[in-house]
């Protein structure tokens, strides 16, 4: 087809058809063999616009990327980012529009070469794609990833462009040659302009961070920018930009002259030089910090773990995940079903040994980050309801809570108790949770409910069984006749200590000290230390040998305390360490000795506040 003197190539109806057909049938074919069906394609807005939204967003990570009582994350470079955004935004907006008026002032070869300096054009369905993606990070904060992944090139894409049109149009419209020594003017424009953007940040960040952010009320632990000021900031540093550039770029008589000694000419040189000069200094130290920031947090000590050390395992945080307890699943070839905690769902079912024919996982999941798109509504709230100890388990927490003392060993028992039946009814014999729900009401119940005994247990993990079940029993009675397989000895003494210190039998109390003393001295941590001192510590005959104990490794942490604080897995060392003086404290007061009390107290806080600052200095 011709048109205005110009081939244009059209499909014929039967291409089009056959398009569409292939369209179909790839729709159809990911529905069918997809295992989620149609939910890949509906679960954003599930989460978003459903009947169940707001349950779903519940979590932390679905929370809004701008509420600022979220514990999870951080959105303030998000923050920046957006602002930044609808900025570029604007502005293109504007720029494209001036552009376009001057590009008809323009010659026919004026405006080839402006259009082919100028930079790739702006596609349309991409900005579309990266705002979708902004607002899917605005209403919940786990999108924000993906919100940089799409937003940003955008972003940087329409700052080029109005940056170049700015700069290139204004030349040719003064009839200049884009040769020579307009390329060097047009980069020195550039580079004034990055100069003023990096002085706003600059002296942003030595005179107002003090008062640019706010604590939120009701949650002293986080915090919230002052978003007028931080707006205002964020367009002055992005105003200073296009405005200096334009600044130096502008022509008296057509140019200011290399010779041109007027008080306007030396002021630009100098300012082209001091932003120069600033913005090699800054990318200088900015290198050099990244650099020893990498150094630090990836290659230097890792105060985490003494064994899982890999520079992947500390970008994910992976070194916290089950990868001993899914070893003792595989070895011990546990299957049935299990209750574990949701976030670790996916890690456990690839941590199993799947069926050769069918893919399924031997230990089937109760729940597992997928919690949106592959469970109801009805299983998560149930998920959350055992996890929390039910009604009962809720209202002995709020009570306990309001009368500022701890859960007894009773009401954790009739917790441990509902929460047996619960788990019963869905066949459940295996309970496999992490280190951040040890003081939570399941496993506490769990753990002063007779029918739940641990068979496996580190610092990071505890798996317990129902011995009411005979996978359970046997399972638990395997663990003395050492028929188990366990992944370290270190968990292997652990485990069986803990267990031995809980009989009444003098004799097996002894072995279990033992083993606990074994482990604590393959792996100095909380696990054995908090053993010895809620278990061992209670039974009158080895008071005293716990508290040798105690004051031995507090001495001998002390004196080591500057070589061991440069190795791997050093923050299970001072966290034993704190619970030493804990311990010591307690004695030391029932004994009348304020004096030593204090001291222990002393290092107690020291320690937190040591154990505080690696950890906010071994992160990003």
Not at 39 to 64: G, P
Not at 295 to 322: C, E, G, H, N, Q
Not at 404 to 433: C, H, P
Not at 512 to 526: I, M
Request: charged letters at 20%.
């Amino acid at each position: 087809t011709y048109m205005h003197g110009k081939a244009i190539r059209t499909l014929e109806f039967r291409a089009i058809g056959h398009t569409v057909g292939a369209g179909f049938v790839a729709f159809v074919a990911m529905v069918i063999f997809n295992p989620f069906h149609l939910t890949n394609l509906t679960h954003t807005f599930i989460i978003s616009f459903s009947e169940h939204a707001e349950r779903w967003r519940d979590v932390h990570e679905w929370h809004a990327a701008f509420d600022w009582t979220n514990p999870v994350g951080t959105a303030i470079p998000f923050l920046i980012v957006y602002l930044i955004g609808w900025l570029s935004l604007v502005t293109w907006a504007v720029v494209t529009v001036w552009s376009v008026r001057r590009a008809g002032q323009l010659s026919k070869k004026q405006a080839e070469t402006a259009q082919a300096l100028v930079g790739p054009k702006m596609d349309l369905a991409l900005v579309i794609v990266a705002a979708l993606t902004v607002y899917m990070a605005i209403r919940s904060r786990r999108f924000i990833p993906i919100a940089g992944y799409a937003a940003c090139p955008i972003i940087a894409l329409m700052i080029q462009r109005m940056v170049s049109s700015l700069l290139i149009l204004t030349h040719l419209r003064n009839g200049l040659a884009w040769v020579g020594n307009n390329r060097e003017k047009v980069a020195r424009a550039l580079m004034l302009g990055l100069g003023g953007a990096l002085a706003v940040l600059v002296s942003s960040w030595a005179f107002l961070w003090r008062v640019l952010f706010l604590d939120v009320p009701g949650h002293p632990a986080e915090e919230q920018p002052r978003s007028w000021l931080l707006t205002l900031l964020v367009v002055l540093a992005f105003a200073s930009f296009p405005l200096l550039a334009w600044f130096y770029t502008r022509q008296r008589r057509g140019e200011i002259e290399p010779e041109d000694t007027s008080t306007e000419a030396s002021f630009v040189k100098w300012a082209w030089w001091t932003a120069a000069g600033g913005l090699a200094c800054f990318v200088l130290v900015f290198g050099l910090w990244v650099g020893w920031r990498f150094d630090l947090v990836y290659l230097d000590y890792w105060p985490a773990d003494s064994k899982l050390t890999s520079i992947f395992m500390r970008m994910t945080a992976s070194d916290a995940k089950p990868f001993y307890a899914c070893k003792f699943i595989r070895d011990n070839k546990l299957s049935g079903k299990m209750f574990n905690y949701w976030t670790e769902g996916g890690f456990i079912a690839y941590g199993q040994t799947p069926d050769p024919n069918t893919g399924r996982t031997p230990l089937q999941l109760f729940m597992d980050g997928r919690a949106q798109a592959a469970y109801n509504t009805d299983t998560f709230d149930l998920w959350t309801e055992i996890t929390a100890g039910g009604p009962a388990g809720r209202a002995i927490v709020r009570n306990a809570r309001m009368a500022q003392r701890g859960v007894t060993v009773r009401e954790y028992a009739q917790i441990g108790a509902w929460i047996s039946t619960q788990l019963r009814k869905y066949d459940v014999w295996v309970v496999l949770m992490p280190n951040n729900q040890f003081d939570k009401p399941l496993v506490q119940g769990l753990i002063y409910d007779p029918d739940w005994r641990l068979v496996f247990m580190n610092n990071k993990q505890k798996l317990f069984v129902d011995v009411r079940s005979d996978k359970g029993k046997e399972l638990y009675q395997g663990m003395f006749t050492q028929k188990l397989i366990y992944p370290d000895e270190f968990s292997a003494n652990l485990t069986l200590g803990h267990n031995l210190l809980e009989f009444k039998d003098p004799v097996q109390k002894r072995q279990g000290l033992d083993l606990v003393k074994k482990a604590f001295e393959l792996n100095p941590s909380p696990g054995p230390m908090l053993d010895m001192l809620l278990i061992a510590g209670s039974f009158a005959e080895f008071s005293a040998e716990v508290d040798k104990f105690c004051v031995d490794y507090a001495t001998e942490f002390d004196k080591n305390k500057a070589e061991l604080s440069r190795q791997d897995g050093y923050n299970h060392r001072l966290e034993a360490a704190r619970l030493a003086m804990l311990r010591l404290e307690r004695v030391a007061k029932a004994q009348g000795n304020a004096e030593a009390a204090k001291t222990c107290a002393e290092r107690m806080n020291a320690y937190l506040l040591e154990r505080n600052r690696i950890s906010a200095r071994k992160r990003w």
